[in-house]
């Protein structure tokens, strides 16, 4: 199947209004993927505007109703997990088991989660005391806040899309989704399984363009009632600073810099390959990569041979080769950002176990990159490098490890390797971060909830929380 060619506004494939187009490559080895249109705030317009007539119906629609046309997504999500699979590997550079075996799966889970919440979602029933003198009862509903602005990254686009639409959609919201320019392939062939599966019109709209202008646009158009952000700090500041110009709720899940600490009881082996699954997955291109791994002193030697063993078994390739288990980076840019922190690295003094740049050839490759002797104060150990660089920092007491973690401006998620359970509750109880994993990690569980605070954002996404998120509670009282 070829990917789509058009944006998905108001239920029809649509060019750009003023006829404009983006190229699509594979950053592997710059391959021609598709030509889509690239949306102007024209477009952007008559989204939100599309979104917003649909919401009249979708929001007024029986739960049940909605959870089905959700479920039904799901499971074409499903079917289709092969093309989607390929899809965001070559549009983003990753080894295609990783979306396959990983995000998507992660994305099908959303779907079903929040599919059997639309006909559950109840507010509060508060009787007496009286009134002024007078008995009542009050109550309180939950009131989908109306049409979502969505603006996604580039690094995991199937599934942040699923965690932004399937919350949106299953309390009546309708949806305007903003995919990176360099990855909407994905999501665009989520939009076909919408129409697919039966969604109205407008429900759900796809609109690729530049953060700039189209981004822009969404940020400000008076029809979106809540903005939901994915990216960088950076741009994240700069929405939330418009968002309160306008007064508008915005859920922001921005950068991370997860500390992965490991005690000195931890199996160094076992260890070793889970912190890499950690760090060099998705070339290290994601929020909650284990970055900076706090290792005992004691076990600090052992366990740099390990981790570097474990990054030296990568295979750098292209995407879609089975034996591939390393990609490319998403672009030059970003290729040009990783190698100037290994130079950062070197330059500060701290030792290149293994990786750097891979040899001059087609595609954006860094190999995995393994730094000892950091210390909390380096840019490397400080700054997200948003590729796989490991910086490895020794640690001598269980109380130094806690107060190195929570010496970030990051705070997304975090790991703690241990076999002693009282150590492992005691240690992520005094962690500052939105998700621990012990002994563990993956994607995020869509029945907890993901987000962090300062540099890693605001508000929460899954959950609960994310329905109380696209909702507002209102309050009714009866005299009686
Ligand atoms: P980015 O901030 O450069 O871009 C993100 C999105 O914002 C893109 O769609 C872009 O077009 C858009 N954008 C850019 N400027 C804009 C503007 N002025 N107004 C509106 N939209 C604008 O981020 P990126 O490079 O795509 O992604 C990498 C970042 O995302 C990293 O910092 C990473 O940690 C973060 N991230 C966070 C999570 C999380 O769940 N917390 C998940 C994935 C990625």
Redesign the pocket.
Known sequence: MSPQSKMFIGGSWRDAQDGRTFEVRCPADGSHLATVPLAAPADLHAAVEAASNAFQTWSKAPGRERGVLLNRLADLVERDIEIIARLEALEIGRPVAEPRHVDIPSAIATLRYYAGWADKLDGRSLAGPDHFGRPAHSYTTRVPVGVVGA??????PTM?AAWKIAPALTVGCTIVI????EAPLAVLHLARLAEEAGLPAGVLNVVPG???DV??AL?QHPGIAKLTF??????GK??ARKAAELLRPVTL????KAPQIIFEDADIESTAFAVSLGIFSNQGEI?AAGSRILVHRSIERAFVRSLSAQAEGRVLGNPLDVGTTMGSLISRKQYDTVTGYIDQGLAEGAVLETGGRAPEGPGFFVRPTVFSGVKNDMRIARE?I?GPVAAVIAFDTEEEAIALANDSAYS?SANIWTRDISRGHRVADQVRAGSVWVNGGGTPDPRTV?GGDNM??IGRELGVAALHSHTVEKAITILL
């Open positions: 603006i996604l990254p580039w690094n995991a942040i903003k995919p990176a320019v530049h953060g700039q981004g822009n940020v994915t990216g960088s700090p950076h741009v700069e929405i899940e921005l950068g991370g929020c997200e948003f997304l993901w890693s954002g």
